[in-house]
C-alpha cells in the first residue's frame, strides 16, 4: 500500500462547555464539529498533536469524556451529540479503527453533558459494569448500564419543563454504591445514590446558587470525606462537604446566631442529614457547606478538581486544589490557607486580549503542573508551573479555525509555510517547529490577518505577501513585517539574516495593530520613545475589553494563543476596490505581479474578473466570460494563461496578449459536458493539461492544445466518482516517470489520490486512465465538504534537510474547520 499519513492535523474546539478532556493518560480528547479528535499536547508527548480523529456523528459533538478508571489510564471515550446518539469510542495507540463500539439511543433532543465512570475498577474490561449518564434538552437524564458488551438503559429521570446543564457521578469510598449530582436550570443541585435494586433515589436538594448551575465536580479527601465543587452563572462558586456518619452519629446540635455565642465559643455551621436505607445497608451523610468562592466577574461554566497523585510507597493522596475557568477570560486556581484553612485564591491567569470572549472550561493534566483552557474562539490556552520562577507561564498548544476553512496556499518560492483562511473571521500561518533533539511538529506560527468579516480566499503573490477576500467588495493585501520574518526564522531553522538582506529589511515595519473596532490592520514601526508612550496609554486605560497594542518580541518557540492575537498580524499595504458585490475566488501570477479577483454573480454584468497590476494596485482589465460567480481561478505555471470556473457550469481560458488577456477557448451552458456547478480547478504541473471538478461528480481532464483547436472543446479523459467532487489538485512532477498524481476532494470529505496516464495500454485495472492509489476516508480526511486541495510547489517534507527528495506534501482544508497535511512517498505509488 502506498504510505501517506498526515503529519499535521489542525482543529479548533467546540465551543461548547464540555467540549474536552484531560485524562490520566495525558492525552486530551477533545470535539471539533462532528468529530472527535485525541490530542496529545506538547511537553507531555515526543511527537505532540492530533494523533486520531473519530467520525460516527452526524451532527455537532456537545460533550467528550474520558471513562473515569480510578487511578489507571483511561482508554475509552464516551462522547454525546447534537444528533441525540451517544458514542463510546475505544482508543488504543497502535489501532486505525475509529468505529464507535457502541452507540446509545434514547434521547429525542440535542445530548449536552456526559459522565461515565467504571463501577468495578479490580475486574477486567469485559466484566466490569460501566455506569453511563446522559443530560440532553429532551428534559431527561438518561442512565445507562453496560458489561459483557451489552448496552441497556437502567433509568430515565425526568425534569419536566427543565433540564440538567452539568452532571457528576462518583463512587462512594469503600464502597460500589455511585452517586449522581444534576445541576439544573432551577439553580439547584439534585443528589442521587443507587440502591441495591439498581435504581437511583434522590436524596437531597441543595440550594444556594442563584442562577443556572454550570458545572459539578466530586472529589474524596485524604479523610475520607467527599467534596462537591459547583459553579453557576451567578459567577460563584461553592464547596459542599459530604461526611460519612453512622448511626450513633446524626444527632447533630443546632448552630447558635452570633449574637449569643459566648466569648469562647466558635460559628460552627449546621449540618444536614441525609439517609437512605436498603439492602446494601445504611449509608447516612452529614452535608456541611464548606465555602463560598467569589472571585469571577462573569459566568463561571468549569471547576475542575486537581488528580489525584499517586506518591512513590504506592499510596494515593489528593491535593486540595480546585481550578474554575469563567466567561470573564481568567481561570483561578484555589487552594485552603495553610493557617486559617480558608480557601483562598492562589493564582489567576488568562485575559488573552480585547477582541475574545472568554473560557468554557480548565482542564488538569495528570500531575497537576500544567492547567489548560478552552474557549469561545475554538482555541486552547495552556500554562505550566515553572520550578525555578514559581510562576505559570503559557505553554505552545494546539489548535485551529472554529469555522469552516475555505481557502489554502502555500508560501511562493518552495513553499515554507501554509496560509489558510476561514469563516472564523482570521487568516493563519501554519509551519513546522524545527527542533535539534526533536522531529519537526507543526503549529500555528502566527495570524496575520484578525477581521471582522468572515474571509472566503486567499492567494499568495511572494513568499511573505499574500492578497485575501472576505464579504466585503474589497480585496486587502498584507506583508510581512520584520519582527515576523526574524521570529519565523527562528522557529522554522531559516537563515534570518539572508531573509531580512534579501526584502531589505530598513523599509520593513516592526509590526501591526489593529484598533478594537477596526478592519484595518496598521503598519507599527521601530520607535522607542513612542513605543513606551503608547504602551503607557494603553496600560492607563480600562476597561472590559482593551485595546491590544503590537509588542515586539523575539520567539524561539511558536507562539502561545495570546500571543498570536495581538502580536503577529501583518500590516496591510494596499486596498483594491472595484467588485460591486462580495469577493468569492482570487489568483496570483507564478510571479505575484498579476492578481485576478472575482466577486459573488447572480448576472453577467456583475462576473466579470478583474486582473489588477500589483505593483501600481490598479485594474489592468475586466475580463468577460463566465454569467455567474466564478468559483476559482488558476494561473499556469508560466503564467501566460488564466483558467476560470463558475457555477454557470462553464469554464473560460484566457491567454495572454501583449499586457492583455484575451479568450482562447471556453464552454458555456450549452456546449458543457458538465451537468452541475463546477467548484475547482488546476493545471498539471507542465500546463499541458487542466482539470475541473463538479458537482455532477465528474472530474474532466483537458488538453491545453485540443481546446483551442477542437469547437466545442470535448475532455480528453473523464472520470466519475462516487460523490460531488468538489477540489482538485496536481502533483509538481510527474510519478512512475510518465503518470500525473492527482488528489480530488469530494462532499463527504473523502480524498481520492489517482494516477493518470495518457497511454491507457499501459495502465491496468484503470479507467480512461485514471488508477485509484489510495483513498483517505472521514477519519483520515475530513468528514464534511474538502474546500480545497494544494500540494506543496516541490518535493520534499518540510522541516527536513535530508533524505525526504523522494515525497510530497498534500495540504486539504475543509468545512469541518480541519486543516491537514500529508506526507506522500513516492517509492510506495
Given at each position: 500500500?502506498?504510505?501517506?499519513?498526515a503529519?499535521y492535523?489542525?482543529a479548533?474546539?467546540n465551543r461548547?462547555?464540555?467540549?474536552?478532556?484531560?485524562?490520566?493518560?495525558?492525552?486530551?480528547?477533545?470535539?471539533?464539529?462532528?468529530?472527535?479528535?485525541?490530542y496529545?499536547p506538547?511537553?507531555?508527548?515526543f511527537?505532540?498533536?492530533?494523533?486520531?480523529?473519530?467520525i460516527?456523528?452526524?451532527?455537532?459533538?456537545?460533550?467528550?469524556?474520558?471513562i473515569?478508571?480510578?487511578?489507571?489510564?483511561?482508554f475509552?471515550?464516551?462522547?454525546?451529540?447534537?444528533?441525540s446518539?451517544?458514542?463510546?469510542?475505544?482508543?488504543?495507540?497502535?489501532?486505525?479503527a475509529s468505529?464507535p463500539?457502541?452507540?446509545?439511543k434514547?434521547?429525542?433532543?440535542?445530548v449536552t453533558?456526559?459522565?461515565a465512570l467504571?463501577?468495578?475498577?479490580e475486574?477486567?474490561?469485559?466484566?466490569?459494569?460501566?455506569?453511563?449518564v446522559?443530560?440532553?434538552i429532551?428534559s431527561?437524564?438518561?442512565?445507562?448500564?453496560?458489561?459483557?458488551?451489552?448496552?441497556?438503559?437502567n433509568?430515565?429521570?425526568?425534569?419536566?419543563?427543565?433540564?440538567a446543564l452539568?452532571?457528576?457521578?462518583?463512587?462512594?469510598?469503600g464502597?460500589?454504591v455511585?452517586l449522581?449530582?444534576?445541576?439544573?436550570?432551577d439553580?439547584?443541585?439534585h443528589?442521587?445514590?443507587?440502591?441495591s435494586?439498581?435504581?437511583?433515589?434522590?436524596?437531597?436538594?441543595?440550594?444556594?446558587?442563584?442562577?443556572?448551575?454550570?458545572?459539578?465536580?466530586?472529589?474524596?479527601?485524604?479523610?475520607?470525606?467527599?467534596l462537591?465543587?459547583?459553579c453557576?452563572?451567578d459567577?460563584?462558586?461553592?464547596?459542599?462537604k459530604l461526611?460519612?456518619?453512622s448511626?450513633?452519629?446524626t444527632?447533630?446540635?443546632?448552630?447558635?446566631p452570633?449574637?449569643?455565642?459566648?466569648?469562647?465559643?466558635?460559628?460552627?455551621v449546621?449540618?444536614?442529614?441525609?439517609s437512605?436505607?436498603?439492602?446494601?445497608?445504611?449509608?447516612?451523610f452529614?452535608?456541611?457547606?464548606?465555602?463560598?468562592?467569589?472571585?469571577?466577574?462573569?459566568?463561571?461554566?468549569?471547576?475542575?478538581?486537581?488528580?489525584?497523585?499517586?506518591?512513590?510507597?504506592?499510596?494515593?493522596h489528593?491535593p486540595?486544589?480546585?481550578?474554575?475557568?469563567?466567561?470573564?477570560?481568567?481561570?483561578?486556581?484555589w487552594?485552603?490557607?495553610?493557617?486559617?484553612?480558608?480557601?483562598?485564591?492562589?493564582?489567576?491567569?488568562?485575559?488573552?486580549?480585547g477582541?475574545?470572549?472568554?473560557?468554557?472550561?480548565?482542564?488538569?493534566?495528570?500531575?497537576?503542573?500544567?492547567?489548560?483552557?478552552?474557549g469561545?474562539?475554538g482555541?486552547?490556552n495552556?500554562?505550566?508551573?515553572?520550578?525555578?520562577?514559581?510562576?505559570?507561564?503559557?505553554?505552545?498548544?494546539?489548535?485551529?479555525?472554529?469555522?469552516s476553512?475555505?481557502?489554502?496556499a502555500w508560501?511562493?518560492?518552495?513553499?515554507?509555510?501554509?496560509?489558510?483562511?476561514?469563516?472564523?473571521?482570521?487568516?493563519?500561518?501554519?509551519?513546522?517547529w524545527?527542533?535539534?533533539?526533536?522531529?519537526?511538529?507543526?503549529?500555528?506560527?502566527?495570524?496575520p490577518?484578525i477581521h471582522?468579516?468572515?474571509?472566503?480566499?486567499l492567494?499568495v503573490?511572494?513568499?511573505?505577501?499574500?492578497?485575501?477576500g472576505?464579504?466585503?467588495k474589497?480585496?486587502?493585501?498584507?506583508?510581512a513585517?520584520?519582527?515576523?520574518?526574524?521570529?519565523?526564522?527562528?522557529?522554522c531553522?531559516?537563515?534570518v539574516?539572508?531573509?531580512l538582506?534579501?526584502?531589505?529589511c530598513?523599509?520593513?515595519?516592526?509590526?501591526?495593530?489593529?484598533?478594537a473596532l477596526?478592519?484595518?490592520?496598521?503598519?507599527?514601526?521601530?520607535?522607542?520613545?513612542?513605543?513606551?508612550?503608547v504602551?503607557?496609554?494603553?496600560?492607563?486605560?480600562?476597561g472590559?475589553?482593551?485595546?491590544?497594542?503590537?509588542?515586539?518580541?523575539?520567539l524561539?518557540?511558536?507562539?502561545?494563543?495570546?500571543?498570536?492575537?495581538?502580536?503577529?498580524?501583518?500590516p496591510?499595504v494596499?486596498?483594491?476596490?472595484?467588485?460591486?458585490?462580495?469577493i468569492f475566488s482570487?489568483?496570483?501570477?507564478p510571479d505575484?505581479?498579476?492578481?485576478?479577483?472575482?466577486?459573488?454573480?447572480?448576472?453577467?454584468e456583475?462576473?466579470n474578473?478583474?486582473v489588477?497590476?500589483?505593483?501600481?494596485?490598479?485594474?489592468?482589465?475586466?475580463?468577460?466570460?463566465?454569467?455567474?460567480?466564478?468559483?476559482?481561478?488558476?494561473?499556469?505555471?508560466d503564467?501566460?494563461?488564466l483558467?476560470?470556473?463558475s457555477?454557470?457550469r462553464?469554464?473560460?481560458?484566457?491567454?495572454?496578449?501583449?499586457?492583455?488577456?484575451?479568450?482562447?477557448?471556453?464552454v458555456?451552458k450549452?456546449?458543457?459536458?458538465?451537468?452541475?456547478?463546477?467548484?475547482?480547478?488546476?493545471?498539471?504541473h507542465?500546463?499541458?493539461f487542466?482539470?475541473?471538478?463538479?458537482r455532477?461528480?465528474?472530474?474532466?481532464?483537458?488538453?491545453?492544445?485540443?481546446?483551442v483547436?477542437?469547437?466545442?472543446?470535448?475532455?480528453?479523459?473523464?472520470?466519475?466518482?462516487?460523490?460531488?467532487?468538489?477540489?482538485?489538485?496536481a502533483?509538481p512532477?510527474l510519478?512512475?516517470?510518465?503518470?500525473?498524481?492527482?488528489?480530488?476532494?469530494?462532499?463527504n470529505?473523502?480524498i481520492?489520490?489517482?494516477?493518470?496516464s495518457?497511454n491507457?495500454?499501459?495502465v491496468?485495472?484503470?479507467?480512461?486512465?485514471?488508477?485509484?492509489?489510495t483513498?483517505l476516508?472521514?477519519?483520515?480526511?475530513?468528514?464534511?465538504?474538502?474546500?480545497?486541495?494544494?500540494?506543496?510547489?516541490?518535493?520534499?517534507?518540510l522541516?527536513?534537510?535530508?533524505?525526504?527528495?523522494?515525497?510530497?506534501?498534500?495540504?486539504?482544508?475543509g468545512s469541518?474547520?480541519?486543516l491537514?497535511?500529508?506526507?506522500?512517498?513516492?517509492?510506495?505509488?
Amino acid at each position: 500500500m502506498p504510505k501517506i499519513g498526515a503529519c499535521y492535523t489542525s482543529a479548533g474546539c467546540n465551543r461548547c462547555p464540555f467540549s474536552a478532556d484531560w485524562g490520566r493518560n495525558g492525552i486530551i480528547c477533545f470535539a471539533y464539529n462532528h468529530a472527535v479528535a485525541v490530542y496529545k499536547p506538547e511537553g507531555f508527548s515526543f511527537s505532540a498533536g492530533i494523533e486520531k480523529t473519530y467520525i460516527g456523528h452526524t451532527d455537532k459533538v456537545n460533550c467528550v469524556k474520558w471513562i473515569n478508571n480510578g487511578i489507571q489510564d483511561e482508554f475509552e471515550i464516551v462522547s454525546g451529540s447534537t444528533d441525540s446518539t451517544i458514542n463510546v469510542w475505544q482508543y488504543r495507540q497502535d489501532s486505525a479503527a475509529s468505529e464507535p463500539i457502541c452507540t446509545l439511543k434514547g434521547h429525542t433532543g440535542s445530548v449536552t453533558c456526559l459522565s461515565a465512570l467504571y463501577l468495578d475498577m479490580e475486574n477486567d474490561s469485559e466484566s466490569r459494569e460501566t455506569l453511563i449518564v446522559s443530560a440532553s434538552i429532551d428534559s431527561t437524564v438518561r442512565i445507562w448500564s453496560r458489561k459483557s458488551l451489552e448496552t441497556k438503559e437502567n433509568q430515565v429521570l425526568i425534569f419536566g419543563s427543565g433540564f440538567a446543564l452539568s452532571l457528576s457521578t462518583f463512587i462512594i469510598p469503600g464502597t460500589r454504591v455511585p452517586l449522581l449530582v444534576c445541576g439544573c436550570d432551577d439553580h439547584n443541585i439534585h443528589l442521587y445514590l443507587r440502591g441495591s435494586d439498581l435504581q437511583f433515589t434522590q436524596l437531597i436538594v441543595l440550594t444556594g446558587h442563584e442562577d443556572w448551575i454550570r458545572d459539578l465536580q466530586f472529589v474524596a479527601d485524604d479523610f475520607g470525606n467527599i467534596l462537591l465543587a459547583s459553579c453557576a452563572q451567578d459567577h460563584l462558586i461553592r464547596i459542599w462537604k459530604l461526611s460519612r456518619k453512622s448511626e450513633t452519629q446524626t444527632v447533630i446540635q443546632d448552630s447558635k446566631p452570633v449574637s449569643e455565642l459566648k466569648e469562647d465559643e466558635c460559628i460552627t455551621v449546621k449540618e444536614t442529614i441525609i439517609s437512605h436505607h436498603d439492602a446494601d445497608g445504611a449509608f447516612i451523610f452529614a452535608i456541611t457547606l464548606e465555602s463560598v468562592l467569589c472571585g469571577h466577574e462573569n459566568w463561571v461554566y468549569s471547576v475542575r478538581w486537581q488528580p489525584v497523585q499517586v506518591l512513590e510507597n504506592g499510596s494515593s493522596h489528593q491535593p486540595m486544589k480546585l481550578l474554575s475557568a469563567s466567561m470573564d477570560k481568567t481561570m483561578i486556581l484555589w487552594a485552603p490557607d495553610a493557617d486559617t484553612e480558608m480557601w483562598m485564591e492562589q493564582v489567576r491567569v488568562g485575559d488573552v486580549g480585547g477582541n475574545t470572549l472568554g473560557f468554557f472550561g480548565g482542564l488538569f493534566s495528570p500531575c497537576g503542573l500544567s492547567i489548560l483552557a478552552h474557549g469561545y474562539q475554538g482555541a486552547f490556552n495552556q500554562w505550566s508551573f515553572n520550578s525555578a520562577t514559581k510562576m505559570w507561564v503559557p505553554q505552545v498548544t494546539g489548535g485551529g479555525h472554529f469555522g469552516s476553512v475555505v481557502d489554502i496556499a502555500w508560501s511562493a518560492e518552495g513553499g515554507d509555510f501554509l496560509l489558510s483562511a476561514s469563516a472564523d473571521q482570521t487568516l493563519r500561518l501554519h509551519a513546522p517547529w524545527v527542533r535539534k533533539t526533536h522531529e519537526p511538529t507543526w503549529f500555528e506560527i502566527a495570524r496575520p490577518q484578525i477581521h471582522g468579516y468572515d474571509l472566503q480566499c486567499l492567494a499568495v503573490l511572494d513568499k511573505y505577501s499574500f492578497a485575501s477576500g472576505a464579504d466585503e467588495k474589497l480585496v486587502r493585501v498584507f506583508k510581512a513585517p520584520r519582527n515576523f520574518i526574524n521570529n519565523f526564522c527562528h522557529i522554522c531553522g531559516h537563515d534570518v539574516n539572508n531573509e531580512l538582506q534579501r526584502l531589505g529589511c530598513a523599509s520593513l515595519p516592526e509590526g501591526a495593530n489593529v484598533s478594537a473596532l477596526g478592519l484595518s490592520n496598521k503598519a507599527v514601526y521601530t520607535d522607542n520613545d513612542k513605543s513606551e508612550q503608547v504602551i503607557e496609554e494603553q496600560n492607563s486605560k480600562s476597561g472590559q475589553y482593551p485595546e491590544n497594542y503590537f509588542i515586539p518580541i523575539d520567539l524561539k518557540a511558536p507562539p502561545s494563543e495570546d500571543l498570536l492575537l495581538q502580536n503577529t498580524l501583518w500590516p496591510e499595504v494596499a486596498k483594491l476596490y472595484g467588485h460591486g458585490y462580495e469577493i468569492f475566488s482570487l489568483a496570483a501570477s507564478p510571479d505575484g505581479k498579476l492578481l485576478a479577483s472575482a466577486c459573488k454573480a447572480a448576472k453577467a454584468e456583475s462576473a466579470n474578473i478583474l486582473v489588477w497590476n500589483m505593483d501600481t494596485k490598479k485594474i489592468m482589465m475586466s475580463l468577460s466570460g463566465c454569467t455567474l460567480t466564478v468559483t476559482q481561478m488558476a494561473f499556469s505555471h508560466d503564467g501566460n494563461r488564466l483558467l476560470a470556473v463558475s457555477r454557470d457550469r462553464s469554464w473560460t481560458l484566457y491567454k495572454k496578449s501583449g499586457d492583455h488577456f484575451v479568450i482562447e477557448s471556453s464552454v458555456d451552458k450549452k456546449t458543457t459536458p458538465h451537468l452541475r456547478i463546477i467548484w475547482s480547478c488546476c493545471w498539471t504541473h507542465d500546463d499541458q493539461f487542466f482539470i475541473t471538478a463538479a458537482r455532477d461528480k465528474k472530474v474532466m481532464l483537458w488538453s491545453t492544445k485540443d481546446v483551442v483547436s477542437k469547437l466545442p472543446p470535448t475532455p480528453l479523459s473523464t472520470l466519475t466518482v462516487t460523490e460531488s467532487a468538489t477540489a482538485v489538485a496536481a502533483a509538481p512532477c510527474l510519478v512512475l516517470n510518465t503518470r500525473y498524481l492527482i488528489a480530488v476532494g469530494m462532499e463527504n470529505g473523502v480524498i481520492l489520490i489517482y494516477n493518470w496516464s495518457q497511454n491507457t495500454d499501459t495502465v491496468q485495472n484503470s479507467e480512461n486512465g485514471w488508477t485509484l492509489v489510495t483513498s483517505l476516508d472521514q477519519s483520515q480526511a475530513h468528514h464534511l465538504n474538502v474546500n480545497r486541495l494544494v500540494f506543496r510547489p516541490k518535493k520534499g517534507c518540510l522541516g527536513y534537510k535530508e533524505n525526504h527528495s523522494d515525497w510530497l506534501q498534500l495540504a486539504s482544508c475543509g468545512s469541518d474547520g480541519a486543516l491537514r497535511v500529508y506526507n506522500i512517498d513516492l517509492t510506495t505509488l
